[in-house]
């Protein structure tokens, strides 16, 4: 059996403002990543997916975000409890992370072979040059032609596809045991999305890396999980192996995700949307955050905030009509 590597017990980030009001983007989560393993965590956009992952990272602003209760352990450690100087040694080394638009994350002033090499100079204590020639290796294993040539070139100068291989190659430079990827195909064109994709794979089948994968897109997730975090309203409303998410869906936002996939032969003009919108994350109700955009819901879940609960093995459901 896989060894748990992550394992978030109620986590809760939130964000003060300035009437004295919190924002509780993410409200009491429970999740878990074994080594080797993918997670892919969905849901729509502001349900909490990228602070859950700026949590791990401890790279939430502060002021005004604050982790205000959890834990968040890795490898058995308590990262909310380690110092600014020891989640150093961790960022980029132990756990990496790739960010949603990498022209936003690669620094404009340094050329993309400085930055990779950077890494390995901090945290392999390795001589530039030294480090120079492992990064252009790990440029080509991430499929840049070039790589040498590549590795001198600021990040303008490179497309969207190429800076997002460079950003995989910065992440994956020292080989960390867990990979966070926030949405990293988001802002490609779909034959980069399923070049990057098939990158991660191999990278991932190379390294034994565990991932954990943000996402709003189910089509990938039915590609790259092997279980499945669904977050609404900053919790976790149903987790399960991909294969029991897909098959066996209970939750009614997991259902409504999956009936707004498109297909090519759908005959409906109009694409399914979920009525309403997502909560206001200072003012939650005080029952299912999800009911006033649910189909099946009744003043019980107006009024009783459902908990986290397994139904069947491995398949946790945030609801009161759940069997």
Known sequence: MS?????????????????????????????????????????????????????IMNLIPKPPGKIVAGEILFEGVDLTKLSEDEMSEIRGNKIAMIFQEPMTSLNPVLTIGDQISEVLVLHRNMHKQQALQETVQMLQKVGIPRADKIATE??????????QRAMIAMAMVCNPKLLIADEPTTALDVTIQAQVLDLMRKMKSEFGTAVIFITHDLGVVSEMADDVAVMYAGQVVETASVEEIFD??????????????????????????????????????????FADRCQ??????????????????????????AL
């Not at 600021?154 to 800076?163: A, E, F, V």
């Not at 999956?258 to 200072?282: C, H, M, N, R, W």
């Open 3 to 55: 060894e748990k590597l992550l394992a978030i017990k109620n986590l809760k980030t939130y964000f003060a403002l300035d009437e004295g009001k919190w924002v509780k983007a993410v409200d009491g989560v429970d999740l878990s990543v074994e080594s080797g393993k993918t997670l892919c965590i969905v849901g729509e956009s502001g349900c909490g997916k990228s602070i859950t992952s700026l949590s």
């Open 296 to 321: 099946i819901s009744d003043a019980g879940c107006i009024q009783h905030a459902p908990v986290l609960r397994e139904i069947t093995a491995g398949h946790y459901v945030r609801c009161l009509k």
């Open 154 to 163: 600021y990040p303008h100068r490179l497309s969207g596809g190429m800076r």
């Open 248 to 289: 066996n869906t209970r939750h009614p936002y997991t259902k409504a995700l999956l009936a707004a996939i498109p297909f090519v032969d759908q005959a409906k003009e109009v694409l399914y949307s979920i009525p309403g919108t997502v909560p206001d994350a200072a003012n939650y109700p005080p029952g299912c955050r």
